[in-house]
Antibody, heavy 123, light 111 residues
Framework: EVQLVESGGDLVQPGGSLRLSCAAS????????MSWVRQAPGKGLEWVSV???????QYADSVKGRFTISRDNSKNTLYVQMDNLRGEDTAVYYC??????????????????WGKGTTVIVS | EIVLTQSPGTLSLSPGERATLYCRAS???????LAWYQQKPGQAPRLLIY?????ATGIPDRFSGGGGGSGTDFTLSISRLETEDFAVYYC??????????FGQGTKLEIK
């Protein structure tokens, strides 16, 4: 069974740092694109960051320069290092497998496996 | 950045009825890039539809997506609503920057 389990969420003061982890089983993190998505309390979903299988990374403008996505292949774990945290970073953070699959004329893009999330409160 | 607008914000229906949810993009979007998710309180999102109209693994055929090809208007239909279907639904599109954007969600509630 494919499973993602996030951890590391906590209460942190503004300007502080936190590192979230996403341990994977049933899939190899380094062979997949992996994304972080967050959801502020009572709000919708916001894509945060992706790490591609070749190690390239991409970030939402709202976190660029403050968050760093990475992975540890030996531990099959995805991370996001969050620095200089702000109140607006308060959210449940989900990791997800970011799929790119062949389509008739191009590619499909979607996230098919999600963890249960970990809560970050900046206050 | 392409903006996705979902309507209605809230949809009140009874079990057994049919639901139609809408997702409108601010610019033309390839149907291959459009997905739908279901989220229940306290749970992670669950992939329902990708490529605008392809059901994800394990999703019952009561769920169907429309608006394939390229365009701005997409739909998610749920026939014969069951109590487990009452949740919040999000559409999502793939772009370049940001990689993904989501609609604001439609809450499907029991009437």
């Amino acid at each position: 069974e494919v499973q993602l389990v996030e951890s590391g969420g906590d209460l942190v003061q503004p300007g502080g740092s936190l590192r979230l982890s996403c341990a994977a089983s049933g899939l190899i993190v380094s062979h997949n694109y992996m994304s972080w998505v967050r959801q502020a309390p009572g709000k919708g979903l916001e894509w945060v960051s992706v790490i591609y299988s070749d190690g390239r990374t991409q970030y939402a403008d709202s976190v660029k320069g403050r968050f760093t996505i990475s992975r540890d292949n030996s531990k099959n774990t995805l991370y996001v290092q969050m620095d200089n945290l702000r109140g607006e970073d308060t959210a449940v953070y989900y990791c997800a497998r970011d799929m790119v699959a062949p389509a008739p004329r191009e590619f499909y893009y979607y996230m098919d496996v999600w963890g249960k999330g970990t809560t970050v409160i900046v206050s | 950045e392409i903006v996705l607008t979902q309507s209605p914000g809230t949809l009140s229906l009874s079990p057994g009825e049919r639901a139609t949810l809408y997702c409108r993009a601010s610019q033309s979007v390839s149907g291959s890039y459009l997905a739908w998710y279901q989220q229940k309180p306290g749970q992670a999102p669950r992939l329902l539809i990708y490529g605008a109209s392809s059901r994800a693994t394990g999703i019952p055929d009561r769920f169907s997506g429309g608006g394939g090809g390229s365009g701005t208007d997409f739909t998610l239909s749920i026939s014969r609503l069951e109590t487990e279907d009452f949740a919040v639904y999000y559409c999502q599109q793939f772009g370049t920057s940001p990689r993904y954007t989501f609609g604001q969600g439609t809450k499907l509630e029991i009437k």
